[in-house]
């Protein structure tokens, strides 16, 4: 709801008041962000046509640094025609409500074209990691049932082409930086050439309902799942950066994520968009300098990240840190694992400004649990954001009891109740509706409440594995290594790092005729990332006679992890390179 008359600013504008009130509510951002009359609610729309409809398609929207930093800018309004074209290039390749749409670009501006411009025809948006070897990028396209496929014409060549033909959904694939030869050889579409031979498609008016999104999290079986996220995923986003990063409209907005994990969809995407932001997109990777450089000369005022980066920039040291000191920040904040004190302390002194650990997951769609600035408690993950009711639990198959005692460790669930809550699963053994009991949706995080009633993380309550804040199934590694001709059997495990907090590391028994030994470690090292990609790829690998088992044959990773953690060095030096102490600023 806009107002119409010129008086209110822009933050009044954006969300029909300037503050962040504790008031702000899930009734009254939904009003705020859903389309005039029967329009319904799209997240295009909610985020992007809506300024434009209310005069401020002229701000800026994106400001995009190419990997040589060359800039590229665009308004809302751009942005708005952009995606409204592709919605129609999408439109006349068959691609309806609930068709899924897989995206490989990595951070770009074209990344936010393919995302809104599948929200206007209705489309399920899914992105994929840039980093994913061939393996699991095509279990992911076979799961998705992508009818189109949108990719950098490198990622495409690289990864995919060579998959195509068993792909049997995949009807269209459209590349961006096409140099010609895939569109000839291959029967790919140049994704500019035909937004431009394109006239804009009006917005599809769909329900909160209807399906938006689908990310894909580790599983507990050698494939991923899909959580699957509708449309109104958009109010919780949009009010939770409100309520965390207080976000208003002349805000300069960085989140750093890779476009496969939802924190870009959630925070990179949609939130700062619908809050009338600019958003900074970084297109390179991660490095120190170019990172404290786009922080100050970009004037970013708030910025996402994660632990892992910040211990990163900790190891390069105060001195690049001190170098940069003068920036425009107010907030910053990391999401995907625990961020420890020492992090936020050097974070707050770097940077200079509240460093703001924040806890969601795939299946919430939106911070839940956070530290907000003037209530942060370092080490935590903070309280339930107003309107999230959460509580730590045990449970048997159909009931959850609240446990007692302050610092009692249990499993944190939430009230299944969010406008951001996903709506399915998608895969095999995913299982929607064991999520929820009674109501409650059960996280499988193993947390504790202490007596001021803050969050503190304790582990997983299953095998997943937290590398670089990814969720890594040891399943699906352990599935892709199976591949290799050597391995008999195979455990995969996390095995704590202080950088990346964990590793994963396999154990593995051969195969008659294969010798345990530096070449074949090194074969198979070099198999897993070319298949699995260097997220998924273990970094270590450990030859055993006979893997560890229950009695009823399941292999017990208990055991293998404490071997990863006693004995890491026992057949080879680790391929881990220690972590620098951090450098000291002058006055401690
Ligand atoms: C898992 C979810 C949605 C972005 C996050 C990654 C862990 C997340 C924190 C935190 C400790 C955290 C949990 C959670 N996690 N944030 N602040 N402190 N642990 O999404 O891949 O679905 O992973 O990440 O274990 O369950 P995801």
Not at 340 to 345: C, T, Y
């Amino acid at each position: 709801m806009v107002p119409p008359n010129s008086g209110p600013t822009i933050a009044e504008q954006c969300f029909g008041d300037a503050t962040v009130s504790p008031e702000l509510d899930w009734t009254h951002a939904r009003q705020s962000l859903s389309g005039p009359g029967n329009a319904g609610m799209n997240i295009a729309y909610a985020a992007v046509d809506r300024h434009v409809a209310a005069g401020r398609g002229g701000r800026p929207a994106i400001l995009s640094l190419g990997r040589r930093y060359e800039k590229r800018r665009l308004s809302y309004a751009q942005l708005a025609d952009l995606s409204a074209r592709l919605a129609a290039v999408l439109a006349a390749h068959g691609v309806g409500a609930g068709d899924k749409v897989a995206v490989l670009t990595g951070r770009s501006v074209e990344l936010y074209v393919a995302a809104f411009g599948c929200w206007k025809v209705g489309a399920v948006y899914c992105p994929l990691f840039s980093a994913f070897g061939p393996g699991p990028l095509k279990s992911r396209l076979e799961l998705s049932r992508a009818k189109v496929l949108i990719a950098t014409e490198e990622l495409y060549r690289r990864k995919i082409a060579a998959q195509r033909p068993a792909l049997p959904d995949l009807q269209t694939v459209l590349l961006v930086g096409a140099d010609g030869e895939m569109v000839e050889t291959d029967g790919a579409l140049d994704f500019n050439a035909a937004i431009n031979a394109a006239q804009p498609a009006p917005i599809l008016a769909t329900t909160p309902e209807m399906p938006a999104f689908l990310h894909f999290t580790s599983g507990t079986t050698g494939t991923p799942k899909g959580v699957l996220h509708s449309h109104s995923a958009v109010v919780a986003e949009a009010l939770t950066a409100r309520q965390v990063f207080g976000l208003v409209p002349d805000d300069v907005f960085w989140c750093t994520a890779d476009p496969g994990w939802i924190t870009n969809t959630a925070y990179a995407l949609i939130a700062p968009l619908a809050n009338g932001c600019q958003v900074v997109v970084d297109e390179d990777d991660f490095d120190p300098r170019r990172w404290y450089g786009i922080l100050k000369d970009e004037k970013v005022t708030v910025w996402y990240t994660t632990p892992t980066n910040i211990r990163m920039m900790m190891r390069y040291g105060a001195a690049l840190a001190r170098a940069y000191k003068e920036n425009s920040l107010r907030v910053a904040a990391s999401v995907g694992e625990p961020l420890n004190p020492e992090a936020v302390a050097w974070g707050e002194k770097a940077l200079g400004v509240p460093f703001l650990d924040t806890w969601w997951q795939t299946e919430t769609g939106a911070i839940a649990i956070a530290n907000c600035p003037g209530k942060a408690k370092a080490g935590s993950m903070g309280m339930p954001l107003p309107g999230v009711e959460a509580a730590v639990i045990s449970r048997d198959l159909s009931s959850v009891t609240p446990v007692g005692r302050a610092d009692e460790v249990g499993e944190l669930a939430l009230r299944a109740d969010l406008p951001s809550m996903f709506t399915a699963y998608m895969g095999e053994g995913a299982n929607y509706d064991l999520s929820f009991i009674d109501g409650w949706y059960l996280t499988g995080d193993l947390v504790r409440r202490d007596a001021d009633g803050c969050f503190w993380f304790v582990g997983r309550a299953d095998d997943m594995i937290k590398s670089a804040s990814h969720t890594i199934g040891p399943f699906e590694v352990e599935c892709g290594l199976m591949d290799h001709p050597a391995v008999a059997e195979i455990g995969v495990v996390g095995k704590p790092d202080l950088l990346l907090r964990e590793v994963p590391v396999a154990f593995i028994s051969l195969n008659p005729g294969f010798e345990a030994g530096e070449a074949l470690r090194v074969e198979l090292l070099t198999f897993a990332r070319q298949c699995l990609g260097g997220t998924l790829a273990p970094r270590e690998i450990h030859f055993v006679d006979s893997m560890p088992k229950t009695t009823t044959g399941k292999i017990l990773r208990r055991a293998l992890k404490a071997k990863a953690v006693a004995e890491p060095e026992e057949d080879g030096e680790p391929l881990i390179v220690p972590v620098m102490a951090p450098g000291r600023f002058d006055d401690e």
